[in-house]
């Protein structure tokens, strides 16, 4: 039996209509993928003893993974709040682009997406998290202090932009 850990709070229910789409696709794979699985794992357990049937035990835990990921897209996906509208002004909200610049002037550009959808490739940063929450409602010119962890660290907000959605 596993450590029991206390839950997880609860995130923000916020999504691009891209990241929602991004979502379904995921889930329609996943239940293409899973009745790939199931066919191998009948035929691993037809093969005899499951107790040393490496085949088998991969593909039961291999199945367990599966059915995870679709029990929790199945009931995240009704919750989720699509937001369609580009808001309007020039401060920072949920969808921007932001170009931020720090104390050695190195510039960095993010995208605040919702939790469920966020991106160190593509800097995408969740809405929950540090950075975010300092960003949101700041406009160009404003100066920013994040700290994370021990770490303090300002930053100086040099562009804002919005793309419509599709």
């Known amino acids: 039996m596993g450590r029991w850990r206390p839950p997880t709070p609860k995130s923000s229910a916020y999504i691009t209509p891209a990241g929602f789409s991004a979502l379904q696709d995921e889930l329609k794979d996943i239940w293409i ?54 808001p309007k002004g020039d401060a920072v909200f949920f969808g921007a682009f932001v170009e931020v610049c720090d104390e050695s002037e190195t510039r960095k550009r993010y995208r605040i997406v919702g939790p469920d959808e966020a991106d160190s490739k593509s800097a995408s940063i969740s809405m929950d998290s540090p950075l975010a929450r300092a960003l949101l409602k700041k406009q160009v010119g404003d100066e920013v202090t994040v700290r994370t962890g021990e770490r ?9 932009r919005y793309e419509a959605a599709d």
């Open 33 to 86: 993928r899973r009745r790939d699985v199931v066919k191998a794992l009948a035929a691993a357990a037809a093969e005899g003893d499951r107790s040393e049937n490496a085949e088998y035990i991969y593909r039961k835990k291999e199945l367990g993974g599966l059915d995870r990921r679709i029990r929790y897209l199945q009931k995240r996906l009704p919750d989720l709040n699509i937001v369609r509208e580009v």
């Open 152 to 160: 303090t660290t300002t930053l100086e907000v040099l562009s804002i």
